[in-house]
């Protein structure tokens, strides 16, 4: 879950209540704090944060076959907010649970996409959704060799339905512009990998 560190480091902020609103399978709390604001005038605010804990994620690439390994699942929150039928194009991602970061995404890349990572980038870590969402995702690249990719899936036993998907580099970035590849993290990795990483312009 979020990090112990003390909540003193703000001398603007002094949090004064912290309520717990469900804790059914994540946490979502309301926090009640006063705030400083610019011009010095202090407010009382409330905001609810939703702690899932942190997460990993990584994109796996081939650069020799200029292809990229992706995974496909339902997502039921995409699919109540106009996905035409939730089935996401993403990078392999998973919660790091108790595990650090590296640790968290070989498991995953290994249980989603059957990929046994060895080399592994770290690229960068990012907030996913800093207004309501306490999640920050540590982001990372690896080669894969299409010869080792094996079946994935996901686990059965957490009502996972993985496919694995090998694009063409070329046509997962194209597929940012039709709107098919809608999700951020992998989003942002791709369109790093074309910038600065594995597809990036020889000079
Ligand atoms: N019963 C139940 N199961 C749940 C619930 N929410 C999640 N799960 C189960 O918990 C699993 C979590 O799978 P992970 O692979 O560890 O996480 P993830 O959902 O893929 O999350 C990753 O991707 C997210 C989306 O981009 C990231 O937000 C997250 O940080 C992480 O990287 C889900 O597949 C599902 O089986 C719930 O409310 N109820
Ligand atoms: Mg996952």
Wanted: glycine share 8%; charged share 30%.
């Amino acid at each position: 879950m979020t990090s112990p560190t003390r909540l003193d480091r703000n001398p603007r902020v002094r949090i004064t209540d912290v309520e717990l609103l469900s804790s059914a399978w994540y946490v979502l709390r309301r926090t009640t704090f006063d705030y400083q604001h610019r011009d010095g005038h202090w407010t009382t605010e409330q905001r609810e944060t939703y702690d899932r804990g942190n997460g990993a994620t990584v994109l796996l690439y081939d650069r020799a076959g200029a292809t990229v390994l992706l995974t496909r699942q339902f997502r039921y929150p995409v699919y109540v907010n106009d996905h035409p039928d939730g089935m996401l194009l993403e990078t392999a991602a998973g919660l790091l649970d108790t595990d650090d970061a590296e640790t968290a995404i070989r498991r995953e890349a290994q249980e989603e996409t059957g990929v046994r990572i060895g080399e592994l980038e770290h690229v960068f870590d990012v907030y996913t959704s800093p207004g309501s969402v306490t999640e920050r995702l540590h982001c990372y690249a690896a080669p894969y060799d299409p010869a080792d990719r094996g079946t994935g899936g996901g686990l059965a036993e957490e009502g996972e339905d993985i496919e694995v998907v090998e694009l063409r580099f070329e046509d997962a970035m194209k597929m940012i512009g039709t709107g098919e590849i809608a999700d951020a993290k992998t989003i942002m990795l791709l369109q790093w990998a074309a910038l600065h990483g594995p597809f990036r312009p020889t000079s």
